[in-house]
């Protein structure tokens, strides 16, 4: 009992140590500070509401499934982990074949695109295709809503965190 007791607290202490830690990230500039899955659900809904059609209407949790396709070879959290391929944190606004500190294909780094909703969605349906002669081993998603859903849910959790980007109104409030 004392010894269950005693577990609990260190479970709780150590938890309080983290959140601790990342309210006093100093390192991190002003704007982006921790990780994109600390926006609440309410901030979320008014994010994705700012998505162009058929994205803000996707079905998030559907699109994290999803993910689970990509997950062997892909990270996207701010540690910016390169696996197997490169990490998508950021990838929204990227060139293709350029993140430093991964080593692409000729073939993704002539590509020469900027990842947004739509190259994603037309690479995500045939990569090989797409990018002849990719590294990407993987065949693609053809059914589309899975990929609206996939790539809804990439925007939401690669795109930086911006504490402002959830609040509802923020720009028209202003007096
Ligand atoms: C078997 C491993 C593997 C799987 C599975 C995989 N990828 Fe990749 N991916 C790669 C590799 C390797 C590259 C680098 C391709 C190159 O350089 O030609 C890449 C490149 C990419 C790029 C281009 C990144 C950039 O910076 O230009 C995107 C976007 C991407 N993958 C998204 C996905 C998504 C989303 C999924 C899941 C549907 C997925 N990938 C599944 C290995 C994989």
Known sequence: ??????????????????????ADNDDAPDMIMAAPHSYSAEEKATIQATFPAPYNTADLAAGEIQFNKCRACHSVGPDKMNLVGPHLYGVFGRKSGTEPGYTFSEAMTAHNVTWDFDTLDAYLAAPQAVVKGTKMSYQGIPKETDRHNLIAWLKMETTPYAPSAGAADSASSAP
């Open 1 to 22: 009992m004392t010894r269950t007791l005693f577990l609990l607290i260190s479970a709780g202490l150590i938890l309080s140590a983290c959140s601790q830690k990342a």
